[in-house]
């Protein structure tokens, strides 16, 4: 059965990628785990079982998500852009380096997936608005797009591999910020470091606005704006203070969406609400992202019921005994490499269950746990199909007419990634 479960894996995953008759990768994501539900190699029980593990994880993104687009909708992101390039004082390379930070706090808060989804097209936007050659725009987008990945790290919202490994190994919002904060720190600095060194050449030395709009001008709802800015605020304030808890993250993230949507749906003229909206921003949110997840977790419970997790286990085992430094690089870099194959979401869960049965002591688990995070974080930005955020990244580009090839794209992130992640894994094995 070992056999039949990688092919089905394997099939899937190509599925995903080809898209064939235009797929959507929820569909090819259900035909895989229809196919092992088909062959005996996971049951229903087992959905019960996924789910349980991924619920807060995928709860916590659709909040993050329709968050996003209510403040992207009331020109929150705009108005963030618009103020950075004003700042930046028509320095090119100060306007690179800012709006990889810019997208790395994005990251932090709104997920990678919120950064790739809302602020991808917003620094298209502002780079239209500039005289930066389209040679050189392709500098910010490539950095852009690695940076939301890259930088995912510092909080168990950041991204879905965060949550799932938090929630998988009982790690509160504020044991795993109090590491991984400063490890993300660390890979931000590196990231800046390399693609300042490999895209400086492009970019040329002064840059200007072709509008000159003051960076109010882009704020839609002056209302919703600040009220915005306020619950942002609360909620991240929530996460510390509620980390003791047992409040999952979800829950203090959709509070804090349904929130701004009932406020985005008011009706100025008539004091009363706007039904249209909710039903816009339903249809805006990533839903296929969401099967996908719910589907591939099946396919991956068939590799793990097919003894892979086991093998997986092992290897992990072997690393442990080389020490915190061997362990740290050992786990980080198998799991980067099989996120860059077969996408990060179904590895960080196989990463998570091979580490629990490879039976280390509770500070080598932890170990472990943080880097199965970091590899998944930082590994899918090898490959195209590694993260979900990058092929919504794509996707993005691809609307606005550009294209970048798979060998493109590798050219670029197996440069970037390797010294980064190598850089973020050092870090994770000095701070645990």
Request: aromatic share 10%; glycine share 6%.
């Amino acid at each position: 059965m070992e056999v039949v479960a990688l092919i089905i894996f394997v099939v899937t995953m190509a599925l995903v990628v080809a898209k064939p008759f235009k797929l959507p990768i929820g569909v090819s994501a259900i035909i895989g785990a229809v196919a092992s539900f088909a062959v005996g190699l996971i049951h229903i029980s087992d959905v019960a079982t996924v789910w349980r593990l991924i619920w807060n994880a995928t709860l916590t993104l659709i909040a993050l998500v329709v968050i996003s687009l209510v403040l992207s909708d009331a020109g929150f992101f705009k108005y963030l852009a618009s103020r950075v390039a004003n700042f930046c004082g028509a320095s090119t390379l100060r306007l690179f380096i800012t709006l990889q930070l810019l997208t790395a706090l994005t990251a932090a808060i709104f997920a990678n997936d919120g950064a790739a989804l809302i602020l991808t097209p917003v620094v298209l936007d502002l780079l239209v608005v500039t005289d930066i050659s389209i040679s050189a725009q392709s500098a910010f987008v490539f950095a852009v797009g690695f940076v939301a990945d890259a930088t995912s790290l510092p909080f168990v919202i950041s991204n879905l591999t965060n949550i799932i490994t938090s929630d998988y190994f009982h790690l509160t919002f504020n044991a795993y910020a109090a590491k991984m904060v400063i490890v993300d720190l660390a890979t931000l600095a590196a990231t800046l470091a390399v693609t300042t060194l490999i895209f400086k050449r492009k970019l040329p030395t002064r840059y200007s606005l072709i509008d000159q709009s003051p960076p109010k001008s882009h704020i839609k709802d002056r209302t919703l704006f600040r009220t915005g800015n306020i619950v942002l605020v609360v909620t991240f304030l929530a996460y510390f203070g509620l980390a003791n808890t047992k409040v999952p993250v979800s829950v203090v993230t959709s509070i804090a969406a349904l929130l701004l949507l009932v406020l985005a749906s008011r009706n100025k003229a008539s004091g009363g609400f706007n039904l249209q909206y909710p039903k816009k921003v339903v249809r805006e949110a990533p839903w296929q992202i969401i099967i996908f997840s719910l589907a591939m977790y099946l396919v991956v419970f068939a590799l793990v019921h097919a003894g892979y997790a086991n093998s997986l286990g092992n290897l992990f085992a072997h690393f442990a005994k080389g020490g915190r430094v061997s362990l740290s690089l050992g786990v980080g870099s198998t799991v980067a490499i099989i996120s860059s194959i077969a996408n990060n979401l179904p590895t960080v869960l196989i990463g998570s269950i091979s580490i629990s049965s490879a039976h280390l002591s509770h500070h080598y688990t932890t170990v472990a746990a943080l880097a199965n995070v970091v590899g998944t974080d930082l590994g899918p930005k090898i490959t195209p199909i590694g993260s979900l955020a990058t092929l919504i990244w794509l996707e993005i580009l691809a609307k606005r007419s550009i294209h970048i090839t798979w060998w493109e794209y590798f050219k670029f992130g197996i440069v970037m990634t390797t010294p980064v992640l190598l850089v973020a894994l050092l870090s994770l094995a000095a701070l645990t």
